[in-house]
């Protein structure tokens, strides 16, 4: 079974800087998918980014990027520029490659609580 | 297309009482998800559909809880005489493409008391 750790809880960030919330995981995959999902209060996740894990190039969408490490199982996210719009909590999720056989699912971790302050 | 609808966004319930929530999934989405989510928690898989067919469960899904999707559409998930443990946000998503990530509804937030 696949497990995935968000150590942070909670973190807070002055707006314009730069956050980075950390997000490792363990399984014996070597085919995988992993993602980032935000929260916010309205409760509607969205999916913020996505890395599959026979890519060395790290994922970038406009102002968040993440850095993968996959010898580490480290699934990092790094939010550029921080806007209050970004607080949300932020769920690091992973997914088997193949489809099938319990592999549909995503496995998410517990979350962390991003808080951009004014 | 409006996203994926849930119905209703709030269920207060008595113990032992049964209640049923809808997910209308974006139309043209065959995979169909059912996630439990609490306080504090990130979500946790319940269960899966392409179109019609119930693919998956998870262990979470006692034998109290029961999940349909007639016609590959809308999906209702049921539970039976509940438990204030099963008090949760339940979350449904749909996608047309695992590997893309899924669309969330804004969930039912189910309270038993």
């Not at chain 1, 060395?56 to 102002?63: F, P, W």
């Not at chain 1, 970004?86 to 496995?107: R, V, W």
Request: glycine letters at 6%; hydrophobic letters at 30%; proline letters at 3%.
């Amino acid at each position: 079974a696949q497990t995935v750790t968000q150590s942070q809880p909670e973190m807070s960030v002055q707006e314009a800087e730069t956050v980075t919330l950390s997000c490792t995981y363990d399984t014996s995959e070597n085919n995988y998918y992993l993602f980032w999902y935000k929260q916010p209060p309205s409760r509607q996740m969205i999916l913020v980014i996505r890395q599959e894990a026979y890519k060395q190039q790290n994922a970038t969408e406009n102002r968040f990027s993440v850095n993968f490490q996959k010898a580490a199982k480290s699934f990092s996210l790094k939010i550029s520029d921080s806007q209050l719009g970004d607080t949300a909590m932020y769920f690091c999720a992973f997914m088997k490659s193949e489809s099938g056989g319990g592999a549909d699912g995503l496995t998410f971790g517990k979350g962390t609580h991003l808080i951009i302050q004014p | 297309d409006t996203g994926v609808s849930q119905d209703p966004r709030h269920k207060i319930t008595k113990r032992g009482q049964n209640v049923t929530f809808r997910c209308d999934p974006i139309s043209e989405h065959n995979r169909l998800y059912w996630y439990r989510q609490t306080l504090g928690q990130g979500p946790e898989f319940l269960t899966y559909f392409q179109n019609e067919a119930q693919l998956e469960k998870s262990r979470l899904l006692s034998d109290r809880f029961s999940a349909e999707r007639p016609k590959g559409s809308f999906s209702t998930l049921e539970i039976q005489r509940t438990e204030q443990g099963d008090s949760a946000m339940y979350l449904c998503a749909s996608s047309s493409n695992r590997v893309y990530g899924y669309t969330f509804g804004s969930g039912t937030r189910l309270t038993v008391v």
